[in-house]
């Protein structure tokens, strides 16, 4: 059974820093795009960052560009968000995402056109 797991979220203050992880269980992560996504409340969820199975330059939204790195441990089939200087607006459900290749990292992510779904992580910025 394939299956996504995100565990990190949680409260931090403004300007603080979270790491997000997420596990992946029956399939392997080297040969797929993964990708962190967002959903605020009252929003629509959106692609955060994304990278290709040849970890080539990310993709990241510009809300979140600078502040956050996607990296990917293959040994451990796990990948993670690194995030810095939060800010409330940062405050969301975050979800992971991993799917064969189909199109550019950009497009995938933008149209959040990934296969295998996490069940989210709450992150709440706030003092």
């Known amino acids: 059974q394939l299956q996504l797991v995100e565990s990190g979220g949680g409260l931090v203050q403004p300007g603080g820093s979270l790491r997000l992880s997420c596990a992946a269980s029956?399939?392997?992560?080297?040969?797929?795009?993964i990708g962190w996504f967002r959903q605020a409340p009252g929003k629509e969820r959106e692609g955060v960052s994304c990278m290709s199975p040849s970890n080539g330059r990310p993709y990241y939204a510009d809300s979140v560009k600078g502040r956050s790195t996607i990296s990917r441990d293959n040994a451990k089939n796990m990948f993670y968000l690194q995030m810095n200087s939060l800010k409330p607006e940062d405050t969301a459900v975050y979800y992971c995402a991993a799917s064969p290749r189909i199109s550019t990292v950009q497009t995938m992510c933008v149209r959040q056109s990934l296969q295998y779904w996490g069940q989210g992580t709450q992150v709440t910025v706030s003092s």
């Open positions: 029956g399939f392997t992560l080297d040969s797929y795009v």
